[in-house]
């Protein structure tokens, strides 16, 4: 028997139906890829909200008026929700250097590490590990984390 090449015909339907599956492959995969990316957002959503709720002990808000005699109930709260946005960066910037944003600032999340249990639970629900503070004098700028 002798070799016949395909018809033109039998290349062409080949052809499509090649680039049929292709297309559904990539129409498949973008709605994949989509999925996921709105899953991560609705995810980091409920993550943010959870840290702007996140209520710190009443040590830590007792130490921070202790640091800083004269200290109203506002201003305390002003320095954990400060405290809070900083970690809402951190969450949106993995792996990035941040500066504090003021020395009470930096104050009120040392106590907050001090509390290990605390501090350890937060982490693993906001960030899927431990968020380390890097202090002044290992290369990064006072109060990066």
Same mark, same amino acid.
């Given at each position: 028997?002798?070799y016949?090449?395909p018809? *033109?015909?039998?290349?062409?339907? *080949?052809?499509?139906?090649?680039?049929?599956?292709? $297309?559904?492959? *990539? =129409?498949?995969y973008i709605?994949a890829c %989509?999925?996921?990316? +709105? #899953?991560?957002k609705? +995810?980091d959503?409920?993550?943010e #909200?959870?840290?702007? #709720?996140?209520? /710190?002990?009443?040590?830590?808000s007792y130490q921070?008026?202790r640091l800083?005699?004269?200290?109203t109930?506002?201003?305390? %709260?002003?320095?954990?929700?400060a405290? +809070?946005?900083?970690?809402l960066v951190?969450?949106?910037m993995?792996?990035?250097?941040?500066d504090?944003?003021?020395?009470? =600032?930096?104050?009120?999340?040392h106590?907050f590490?001090?509390? *290990?249990?605390?501090?350890s639970? $937060?982490? #693993?629900?906001? /960030?899927? +590990?431990?968020? @380390? @503070?890097h202090?002044?004098?290992d !290369?990064?700028?006072? !109060?990066?984390?």
């Amino acid at each position: 028997m002798q070799y016949q090449p395909p018809s *033109t015909l039998n290349i062409v339907y *080949t052809l499509i139906i090649l680039g049929i599956g292709a $297309f559904l492959f *990539t =129409v498949y995969y973008i709605a994949a890829c %989509e999925k996921r990316r +709105k #899953q991560s957002k609705e +995810k980091d959503l409920l993550v943010e #909200q959870w840290i702007n #709720q996140y209520a /710190f002990s009443s040590r830590i808000s007792y130490q921070l008026k202790r640091l800083y005699v004269g200290l109203t109930d506002a201003d305390v %709260e002003s320095a954990l929700s400060a405290l +809070k946005s900083y970690f809402l960066v951190a969450l949106r910037m993995p792996g990035k250097r941040l500066d504090m944003p003021s020395r009470i =600032v930096d104050d009120a999340w040392h106590l907050f590490i001090v509390e *290990t249990q605390a501090y350890s639970d $937060f982490c #693993q629900t906001a /960030f899927g +590990k431990y968020l @380390h @503070h890097h202090p002044y004098g290992d !290369g990064a700028r006072e !109060g990066s984390a």
